[in-house]
């Protein structure tokens, strides 16, 4: 069922949403350049590698030997707007149609956290990574790590048809709220550099 449900919404999300992705995608070329998607590999369901794909909310920006700058200088005012909307995220309905992720389920992170992990924390990758999560809707990026994946494997534990609407009811007003965008000193999250108890390395 839960498959059935991403694929139609996906599907009908990305038909009714079409202008806007046509205007979005011209105005990141106007404001970042091209490429307008952002791609990178993330794990999803057991770990499994995908490529996930968002709007680019910064531009291409370097110091004198050719290193990226930081975010928080690459960042634009259109990026900024991207975020805080959730507007960059819609590609995502993308990965969504192609089984990738789920509307609901634990945010994909990055590759380089995975040995990082500790056992119960891995567990989040038992279910489809998502669009949107119970992390999400109770702090996103203003929770402490910790904090985010004891959502993620209270979610794996108790997920239902019905804590997903919920879950998309509560992302719904998150995003006009604009609530727990980033972290005390940076524009997302600040990096993942592991807990005190790690698992079996997954590397």
């Known amino acids: 069922m839960k498959r059935f449900i991403d694929i139609f919404a996906s599907f009908l999300g990305i038909a009714l949403l079409l202008p806007a992705l046509v205007l979005i ?39 004198e030997k050719g290193n990226p700058l930081p975010d928080s200088e690459r960042l634009t005012k259109f990026g900024a707007f991207l975020r805080a909307s959730s507007l960059d995220e819609l590609p995502g309905l993308w990965n969504v149609l192609k089984g990738d992720m789920s509307l609901v389920g634990p945010r994909p992170l990055l590759m380089e956290y995975l040995p990082l992990y500790s056992a119960e924390q891995a567990r989040r990758h038992e279910v ?16 402490s790590w910790e904090q985010k994946f004891e959502y993620d494997v209270w979610y794996v534990d108790n997920r239902s048809f019905w804590l997903d609407i919920k879950i998309l009811l509560l992302t719904i007003k998150k995003v006009f709220v604009r609530e727990g965008i980033s972290s005390d000193g940076h524009v997302t999250m600040e990096k993942f550099k592991g807990s005190d108890t790690k698992g079996p390395d997954k590397s």
């Open 25 to 63: 995608s011209i105005l990141v070329v106007a404001f970042h350049g091209r490429p307008v998607l952002f791609s990178q590999t993330r794990p999803g369901l057991t770990g499994k590698p995908f490529n996930m794909f968002k709007f680019r909310t910064m531009r291409d920006a370097y110091d």
């Open 128 to 143: 489809r990574p998502g669009i949107t999560g119970w992390a999400q809707v109770n702090g996103r990026n203003a929770i």
